[in-house]
């Protein structure tokens, strides 16, 4: 099956930016999305990315693909306290089943 | 908001015991999802569906159940709980768009 790959911890100072990396590894995902976890609350959808995309901008939040190496970043620009949380990675198959990736936790610190 | 409730919020149960979580949605989608959050694993499907009575497996599945005898409510029970099964199960479903919105999660613990 698919399998995710992210970092797991990620500590940023407030106002820096923030990277996260999230590797997959099937090549016929159609879309790759970014998912944001606070504490005791479900999977808020963040932003998502189509497969014959390489860069998608929405406000503060920057994703790029590089589908050759099947590689996927979510790039915060100045990061607030708000934004500390698990932050998932997952692709859809051809089945519109989605696989996640095991979450990266992001800790901003002032 | 896509309308997804989940109850109880919080349960603790012995080993053995059978348990049974419930989402609710409002918008009447058609395909609804279980999944169970572990730390270092993400988040894992357990089963989904496709519409009223129709559901099937998804890769952790062993030991659950499913039922959707109605559009809006999708069930899932654990016959018999073992301590493996704690874990927070979080409910989503899929709108026209193909993109999946989730419920706020069930915490259970088995002891």
């Known amino acids: 099956g698919e399998d995710v790959e992210q970092s797991l911890f990620l500590s940023v100072r407030e106002g820096d930016s923030s990277v996260i990396n999230c590797t997959y590894t099937?090549?016929?995902?159609?879309?790759l999305y970014w998912y944001k976890q606070e504490p005791g609350a479900g999977l808020q959808l963040l932003t998502y990315?189509?497969?014959?995309?390489d860069m998608k901008q929405d406000q503060r939040l920057t994703v790029l693909l590089n589908k050759k190496d099947k590689h996927l970043s979510l790039r915060i620009a100045d990061t607030q306290t708000g934004d500390s949380a698990i932050y998932f990675c997952?692709?859809?198959?051809?089945?519109?089943?989605?696989?996640f990736g095991a979450g990266t936790t992001v800790t901003v610190r002032a | 908001d896509a309308g997804i409730t989940q109850s109880p919020r919080h349960k603790v149960t012995e080993t053995g015991t059978p348990v049974t979580l419930r989402c609710h949605q409002t918008?009447?989608?058609?395909?609804m999802y279980w999944y169970r959050q572990d730390p270092g694993h993400g988040l894992r499907l357990i089963h989904y569906s496709y519409g009223v009575k129709d559901t099937d497996k998804g890769e952790v599945s062993d030991g659950y159940s499913v039922s959707r005898s109605k559009t809006e409510d999708f069930l899932l029970t654990l016959e018999s709980a073992t301590s493996s099964q704690t874990s927070v199960y979080f409910c989503?479903?899929?709108?026209?768009?193909?993109?999946?919105?989730f419920g706020p999660g069930t915490r259970l613990t088995v002891t």
């Open positions: 918008e009447n989608h058609r395909y």
């Open positions: 099937d090549s016929s995902s159609t879309y």
């Open positions: 990315i189509f497969s014959n995309m």
């Open positions: 997952a692709e859809r198959g051809d089945d519109y089943k989605l696989s």
């Open positions: 989503a479903i899929r709108d026209s768009t193909y993109e999946q919105y």
